[in-house]
């Protein structure tokens, strides 16, 4: 059993070619198993390893347990990070969920290229997500659960123990005397993967002996389903996608079957980091905003995101990036660039041909203010003013944009309007050197 839980430890080591290996360690067993794997591998292949503790604050032994951590990585020589975390409660997210995703976050902005992240999940854990994500109705994503080895950050997330049983470790854990805190709310059935764990897997493994082999194979099965899923959405993705304007085109995606609409969305939907939906507003993408005439501007919203038609194209949004941002006047005195308020991002300058005229930009009073209704443009080149709403329209800037675009005024007269365009009398010549504005969007 030694010389097995070793074994899977280098193999994972021989497959990712580590520059140093990172241990999750929270000092319970499994993690405690994990470290010592590690250090014994360490004088075999030469690799510095430390240690990172992630303090979520929710036991009131979390202090000890930080110090238990620390105890036992000075026995081994290890170097351990030790790091607090405050949990934000957030609507529709249990605490189980926002502790691993501040545990995550933790992780990521201290793994360096080339490290390898090891974690100690087992195959309980893995059984355990498994049922746990088709309980959710999950796809084959969720029932992927998790993989022994993946990309994470600037380095490699791996697994070693994800093929080895919870009672494997604990053995392994009592014939090297290894130190191991418990946390008491492990034992709480008021949380799902709890009440999996005490009371519905015993009777799994009682009456299926090789459960959670199964299980992890069927994981397996679903994480191939999954990639080809994501090699096919991908595909899809490029064909209908407009990068101009960073949407997807409405007869492109009537051009492919439903299957695959759907396929896209939830792809769409991972790629920019959103919360995915229920099928239900998937469902309603697909019955409201393809299918919709050509002069509606039909909107489909959930808690993380929406879906937004403007001009036969498809636009996926944060709710941020849809609200119009309240009043503001800011003072551009010097530097190259301005943050803006609201989320907007911000506006950097540079020096270029054409522009704004240099000459007034340097000793004119710069601002920066967001819309208010009523504004008017003489665009360099056009025979007359303009209302930004007349010039929006034209240009096809959709309706929840308008409101979000930065006005550049130089001694109280607008001089420009985001990056897109400059009113006539600020214009420099082409043949001249001048002012260059870019809109940074968050």
Request: aromatic letters at 6%.
């Amino acid at each position: 059993m030694d010389d097995d839980l070793r074994g899977a430890f280098n193999a994972i080591l021989r497959r990712t070619q580590p520059r140093r290996v990172v241990i999750g360690f929270s000092g319970g067993l499994d993690s405690s198993v994990l470290l010592d794997l590690a250090v014994r591998a360490r004088g075999e292949h030469g690799l510095p390893v430390i240690a990172i503790h992630v303090n979520h604050g929710l036991s009131d032994n979390a202090q000890q347990w930080a110090v238990h951590c620390q105890r036992i990585c000075n026995r081994y020589s290890v170097a351990i990070q030790s790091v607090a975390i405050m949990l934000e409660a957030k609507p529709g997210i249990s605490v189980e969920a926002a502790a691993r995703e501040a545990r995550y976050e933790a992780f990521d902005s201290r793994i360096e290229p080339g490290d390898v992240l090891c974690l100690a999940q087992h195959a309980d854990d893995q059984a355990e997500t498994v049922l746990l994500q088709l309980l959710r109705g999950a796809g084959v994503k969720g029932l992927s659960a998790m993989p022994e080895i993946a990309p994470f950050g600037h380095g490699t997330i791996v697994r070693p123990l994800l093929r080895t049983c919870r009672e494997r470790l604990a053995r392994y854990a009592r014939q090297r005397r290894l130190s191991w805190v418990e946390d008491a709310s492990n034992r709480d059935c008021r949380f799902d993967r709890n009440f999996l764990r005490a009371e519905v897997m015993p009777l799994l493994k009682g009456r299926w002996k090789g459960a959670l082999a199964t299980l992890d194979r069927s994981a397996q099965l679903c994480a191939e389903a999954d990639a080809i899923c994501e090699s096919v959405a991908a595909a899809d993705w490029r064909d209908c996608w407009d990068k101009d304007v960073d949407a997807l085109v409405v007869a492109k995606i009537k051009a492919i079957p439903a299957l695959r609409q759907r396929n896209l969305l939830r792809y769409w939907i991972a790629a920019r980091r959103l919360l995915l939906p229920s099928r239900r507003v998937l469902e309603r993408v697909l019955d409201e905003l393809i299918p919709a005439d050509r002069d509606r501007q039909p909107v489909v919203t959930w808690r993380d995101g929406e879906f937004r038609r403007h001009r036969q194209r498809i636009y996926l949004l944060k709710p941020a990036e849809t609200e119009k941002p309240g009043d503001y006047r800011l003072h551009w005195a010097d530097g190259d660039s301005l943050p803006l308020p609201h989320s907007l991002g911000g506006l950097r300058i540079h020096v270029g041909l054409g522009g704004i005229c240099r000459r007034l930009w340097c000793a004119g009073r710069v601002e920066v203010r967001g819309r208010s209704g009523g504004e008017r443009c003489k665009r360099a080149g056009d025979h007359h003013h303009r209302s930004l709403k007349q010039l929006f329209q034209e240009a096809g800037v959709p309706s929840w944009e308008r409101w979000r675009i930065p006005l550049i005024y130089i001694d109280g007269e607008l001089a420009a309007v985001g990056d897109d365009w400059i009113c006539q009398a600020f214009a420099e010549r082409n043949d001249r050197e001048g002012i260059h504005i870019g809109w940074v969007k968050e």
